[in-house]
């Protein structure tokens, strides 16, 4: 009997993840197949160009994308729109990546090993594209959370992913029942944030600085320009039933940890490997590899991450809306791009939308809403996990328009609001 | 006296379903040995494989392999034992590469390895030859 009650909380759980856009505000609309809130309207500007990741438009409207694997030799795309369309204008650099963002006349990108930036002209255009500059190399990449997402401060410093190279620093990375290695020696150059100067070349790790440690993997990051403090969104350790089914069941593995957003400051530790954070209890829990059993509860002092969201929903983008175009609510609130869960197998899938979390003075206030759904193109590709779209990057431009990557076929969505 | 009624309706329960069974047995198709440890594999396969590779074998772009009609899948069976017994990372195949590590699963028994990749050869749109239980002990010898 309550084996039978908890499957029926966890597809009450799944079931209002795939609904709740539906529930929280009444009134949608459909366009370029995404469900998005009334008066908002998704076009599509751009299909097929390969996997693009994350995205950067420029003050003139020219929209750069990373793609994960280079097209044609060019992993980074420059597009130019007119009458609805992105038409590409060149492409450049050959090596794929995720990481991209305008700065102060330079645009920056990242291969999953080093740091390029590019300088620009007064049209915001790539001066000479064969010619980057290099500022950080030889940065860790094994395969596992590969990719080294980049956002730039205020001050000149560059903030770099690097995705620790195992799920849980076990000992053996995924066996079952494999325990985890005392003092995860991967947060020596991994699992984490690291600071870069943007104006240095050749930087490697002892040029920067570990700015934040016990971080798994992050994906989505943004610089908050409110609180002038960076954003990040984990990506939470993956198969808690696999590697020790004694302590977990299916269901709840499915269900946990959460995918956590987290405000850094500089020496913050967010625990990985040593805990996760359990989604329905709020709670930092032991991790298992470190002797948990599901309920003994973490050191404290670890860091508390801002808000929390279901599990294994993958946050691949983060921005903060800073523009005048939305109505009110959006203003200086948090976009996240979740593009779509694997681990939650064999119980339905769930993500593949974009999420707006309300802020209120620089910090998540009230509770996430779907601002953008139906990406997997049916709650039944949702379930299976078979989805048409995956969002992952986001991008606003200069009038307030919300641009969305698409790395499965390849498209740019660009939202718009109409009063 | 309940505790018996219930066990006598069960027994005649399986009893019908036994013949039943027996009435709609199809022309042999495969060899019951190969039938049998394709269904003991896809126990396995629920057990083991099926949070990575999915349900329906296709497993996940980028981070696990698909199942389906690959040249590792129809490709030598004791290619495939000896991944299943190693584990498996960073392997491009067919042309796209997938970034999730596969740990070994040594702990399981010949049989098993036998009986899953049997039924991974014969499921998902493959159609391949069985693996047995003496291809697994080849493989796990030369280690």
């Not at chain 2, 049997?118 to 998902?124: E, H, I, K």
């Amino acid at each position: 009997m309550k084996i039978f009650y908890r499957v029926g909380i966890n597809i009450a759980i799944a079931f209002s993840l795939i609904t709740s856009s539906v529930a929280q505000t009444a009134v949608k609309t459909k366009t370029a197949g995404l469900i998005l809130p009334a008066k908002f309207k998704a076009v599509v500007l751009a299909e097929n160009i390969g996997r693009a990741r994350h995205i950067a438009i420029t003050p003139q409207g020219g929209i750069y994308v990373r793609l994960s694997k280079p097209v044609d030799k060019k992993g980074t795309l420059f597009l130019q729109e007119s009458n609805g369309k992105a038409v590409i204008k060149n492409g450049f650099g050959n090596y794929g990546g995720t990481g991209i963002y305008l700065k102060d006349g330079y645009l920056y990108s990242s291969s999953n090993q080093e740091i390029f930036r590019y300088k620009l002209n007064a049209n915001n255009e790539v001066i000479d594209p064969d010619a980057p500059e290099k500022i950080v190399t030889g940065l860790i990449e094994r395969g596992q959370h590969e990719t080294k997402s980049l956002v730039l401060d205020n001050a000149g410093n560059i903030y770099v992913n690097i995705g620790a190279y195992k799920n849980s620093c076990q000992q053996k990375d995924r066996q079952k029942g494999s325990m985890g290695i005392p003092g995860c020696p991967i947060l020596d150059s991994a699992g984490g944030i690291w600071m870069f100067k943007a104006d240095k070349l050749n930087q490697s790790y002892s040029d920067g600085e570990r700015y934040a440690t016990g971080l798994r993997n992050v994906v989505g990051l943004d610089w908050n320009q409110q609180d002038n403090q960076l954003f990040v969104m984990q990506h939470g350790r993956d198969q808690l039933h696999d590697i020790f089914p004694d302590l977990y069941t299916v269901q709840q593995s499915a269900v946990n940890p959460a995918e956590c957003m987290y405000a850094l400051k500089k020496g913050d530790n967010a625990g990985w490997p040593y805990l996760y954070y359990d989604y329905a209890q709020h709670k930092k829990i032991l991790a298992p590899e470190y002797g948990g059993d599901g309920k003994i509860e973490a050191d404290s002092k670890y860091l508390e991450p801002a808000a929390a969201y279901p599990a294994h929903i993958a946050p691949n983008g983060l921005l903060f809306y800073t523009g005048n175009q939305f109505p009110e609510k959006y203003k200086d609130g948090a976009f996240i791009a979740f593009h779509g869960s694997w681990n939650r197998a064999p119980e339905p899938q769930a993500g593949y939308f974009v999420v707006f979390q309300p802020f209120k003075d620089g910090k998540p206030s009230g509770e996430w809403e779907v601002f953008a759904d139906n990406f997997s193109g049916s709650p039944q590709k949702t379930a299976s996990g078979r989805a048409d779209h995956r969002p992952c990057g986001l991008a606003q431009s200069a009038d307030g328009s919300l641009y969305i990557t698409d790395d499965s076929k390849g498209i740019i969505y660009k939202i718009t609001y109409n009063k | 006296m309940l505790k018996n009624y219930l066990l006598m309706g069960g027994a005649v329960f399986l009893l019908v379903m036994a013949a039943a069974g027996q009435n709609t047995q199809p022309v042999k198709v495969q060899q019951p040995s190969v039938k049998t440890s394709i269904a003991a594999g896809k126990l396995v396969y629920t057990q083991y494989c099926l949070s990575c590779h999915m349900t329906d074998g296709g497993g996940v772009q980028n981070m696990n392999p698909p199942l389906i009609k690959t040249s590792f899948i129809n490709g030598d069976k004791f290619k495939l034992v000896s991944v299943v017994l190693n584990g498996m990372s960073r392997q491009e195949i067919d042309g796209e590469t997938y970034n999730n590590v596969m740990a070994p699963f040594n702990f399981l028994t010949d049989k098993e390895i036998a009986d899953v990749l049997t039924y991974v050869r014969n499921s998902f749109g493959n159609k391949k030859s069985a693996v047995t239980v003496a291809d697994v002990k080849k493989v796990r010898a030369k280690k």
